[in-house]
């Protein structure tokens, strides 16, 4: 037993606690955010070509698997995400920073959720 297993609504607490994956992504996604951006603008530039960006998403979520995480949900898990980022209490400055890429990058939501539905073996 933990010590935020105490009893109670301590346990009930517990259940429902943030993984630190999030907020661990979250913390890198804003540290980083000026170099995700810059990835992302080429990955986009590359796509209104009507180029294959594939790869390139494969290589950014090897390199940043819990950002593409972060990113992800901030496309397809909208409420469930800013359920624990509530439940977190993280700074609206950090939000901000994820809304600013949602909207420059909305474009990549559908390749993004390819990439995966894909990787699931959904998308055949």
């Known amino acids: 037993m933990t010590e935020e297993e105490g009893g109670g609504e301590k346990g009930k607490e517990e259940e429902e606690k943030v993984p630190r994956t999030l907020l661990k992504a979250m913390d890198d996604f804003y540290r980083d955010s000026e170099a ?46 800013e359920h624990k980022l509530d439940k977190a209490g993280i700074e609206q400055e950090k939000r ?16 993004m959720d390819l990439l995966v539905l894909e990787e699931l073996g959904l998308n055949r």
Do not use: C, Q, W
Not at 41 to 67: C, H, Q, V, W
């Open 36 to 81: 995700v951006f810059k990835e992302f603008d080429e990955i986009l530039a590359t796509y209104s070509k009507g180029e294959d960006i594939m790869d390139d998403l494969k290589t950014f979520r090897s390199k940043n698997p819990g950002i593409f995480t972060l990113i992800y949900d901030s496309f397809h898990k909208e409420v469930e995400l």
């Open 96 to 111: 901000d920073k994820v809304a600013e890429f949602k909207d420059r990058f909305s474009d990549l939501a559908d390749e």
